[in-house]
């Protein structure tokens, strides 16, 4: 600024030497900047540049702002927002008042109308809470607290019924999966393996089934049930050590089977496992054995269908093998037939009960009933039974004759081959019909191609009928025997050693006795084979 201006400014102004307070009048010296009276202060800022001047002056000596009017228009501006500070407090004064106003007519409302209220606030959360539980999301929420509360039965029916919602049939799953391992826990296994079963492929469903019930033949086991494991453990086949230990228990319960002579439909092939066998059956070309479990097994010529064991392939106490049918005989003394039904001798007579025994024989079959009758079927002319039809204990047959044991111990003999007249090229005459005398005191019977043979009390054997090649001359020292059984040709004694006595003809050496001749509990023969159970 120029300094004639400030000279002028300056001029206006009483003098920087007036040494007296402008507050309470004392006289001060000059440059103080406090009063030494009263504590005012000489000096004051320049609004301008801010820089501290003599309180006596208007304008600032180093910018030349007037300092007067500067403080004129800051009182005014203050005295403006002061105003509009006050507006702004009587209008939130003014909508505070509204609001409480507000507020105390609703507290009056809710005074007046609360009992009122009430009611409609609790029936409009009845009706969200019903809502709610009826939907889906609530029943799936509750389904998992279910699960993860371990109640696994009433999780899956709650996730059952939400089939299709979210992940519902997965949790169901989940749930069923569950089931069975508690079940595992409490040692339930043939129930987890029913329901590690239902699952398929969840999971290692399977494998958790099939260990289920591998846990269960074992428990089977263990509580002296071997019938019951062995039929699990074939169930299940290859799985872990089933295969051995399947063997292990048919070893323990029954016998093997050895066979000899002509092979020609492999009927002296046993299939595997050879063991476990408690009787055994041999038919024309094929054979049956009836294992310890109730289950028969069948081998040898098939083109009838002879041996194929019906289903279910179960319950069986005893089986009999004819020229190309099969019958088998139930523990509740049924009888079921299977093979070549040509002339209806797989076609068993009602009422199909109470048989004891069963016995087939060429193209016709026969049972005994527990009342001693006989009953047979098949060709009409090899099923006509004496006039005498009771008191039957056994029976036997095989080609077109049949034997009956009786209660007495005598033999009675009827049927199309009793009595023969001319066979062969030889033109020999036999007769089973004629028992030989005394026909008495006997305890079995067999029946050959054209033979008969008879078991006494004393262990002595008695044959008769056709021997044209020696099937009825018993060997020396007859005596000891508890069982036999005839081939076409040829006749076997079981000794009560174990050992065999075979007699007749040999031309597919049906007659040798095998290397092992010891052990055996068993004996059957047909056509030119012979089988034995050791």
Not at 106 to 130: A, C, D, M, N, Q
Not at 225 to 244: H, N, Q, T
Not at 291 to 313: F, H, L, T
């Amino acid at each position: 600024m120029d300094g004639n201006i400030l000279k002028e400014r300056d001029e206006v102004l009483p003098s920087d030497h007036s040494q007296s307070c402008p507050k309470c009048g004392s006289i001060v010296q000059e440059g103080e900047q406090f009063c030494g009276s009263c504590g005012a202060a000489l000096t004051k800022t320049c609004p301008g540049c801010k820089r501290a001047i003599r309180w006596n002056r208007q304008f600032c000596p180093f910018c030349g702002c007037d300092y007067e009017e500067k403080l004129k228009a800051a009182s005014a501006f203050n005295q403006q927002m002061e105003q509009i500070r006050a507006i702004r407090k009587e209008r939130r004064n003014s909508d505070w008042r509204k609001l409480m106003a507000k507020g105390r007519a609703t507290k009056v409302w809710i005074r007046r109308h609360w009992l009122k209220g009430i009611p409609i606030v609790l029936l409009l959360s009845l009706v969200s809470y019903l809502v709610y539980a009826n939907s889906d999301l609530y029943s799936y929420r509750r389904a998992c607290r279910l699960l993860e509360q371990g109640q696994y039965n009433e999780a899956e029916i709650a996730f059952e019924s939400l089939s299709g919602f979210r992940d519902s049939d997965q949790q169901k799953n989940e749930a069923v999966y569950c089931q069975g391992n508690e079940l595992m826990e409490q040692h339930l296994f043939l129930e987890a393996s029913e329901v590690f079963t239902s699952l398929q492929q969840y999971r290692d469903a399977s494998s958790r089934s099939l260990e289920a019930l591998y846990c269960y033949a074992e428990d089977l086991l263990a509580g002296g049930d071997k019938v019951g494991a062995l039929r699990i453990f074939e169930d299940l086949g290859s799985y872990s050590d089933a295969g051995s230990r399947t063997l292990e228990i048919l070893d323990s319960l029954g016998d093997t089977i050895v066979a000899w002579g002509r092979n020609d439909s492999g009927n002296c092939d046993v299939p595997a496992p050879n063991a476990g066998f408690v009787s055994v059956a041999a038919g024309q070309d094929h054979c049956l054995g009836v294992r310890a479990d109730g289950s028969i097994i069948a081998w040898g010529y098939n083109e009838d269908g002879q041996c194929d064991v019906p289903e279910p392939n179960e319950g069986f106490v005893a089986a009999a093998a004819g020229s190309a049918h099969s019958l088998g005989l139930r523990s509740d003394g049924t009888v079921v037939a299977w093979g070549r039904n040509t002339y209806g001798e797989c076609t068993v007579p009602s009422p199909n009960s109470d048989f004891i025994a069963i016995q087939a024989g060429t193209c016709y079959s026969i049972g005994l009933k527990s009342d001693g009758s006989i009953v047979a079927w098949g060709m009409g002319s090899r099923c006509i039974l004496p006039s005498d039809n009771q008191g039957f204990v056994a029976i036997a047959s095989s080609g077109d004759a049949t034997l009956g044991l009786r209660s007495d111990s005598s033999i009675s003999a009827w049927g199309q081959g009793a009595v023969v007249r001319g066979y062969g090229w030889e033109g020999i005459d036999y007769d089973v019909s004629e028992v030989p005398s005394p026909n008495d005191d006997f305890i079995a019977i067999a029946m050959g191609g054209g033979h008969a043979m008879g078991l006494k009390a004393n262990g002595s054997i008695v044959c008769w009928g056709l021997n044209n090649y020696g099937q009825c001359d018993v060997p020396h020292t007859n005596s000891g025997f508890i069982a036999i059984a005839a081939g076409e040709y040829h006749s076997i004694g079981l000794r009560s050693n174990g050992s065999m006595v075979i007699w007749g003809l040999n031309n597919f050496g049906q007659t040798s006795t095998p290397y092992s001749n010891y052990g055996f509990s068993d004996v059957s023969a047909a056509g030119w084979y012979s089988i034995g159970l050791k």
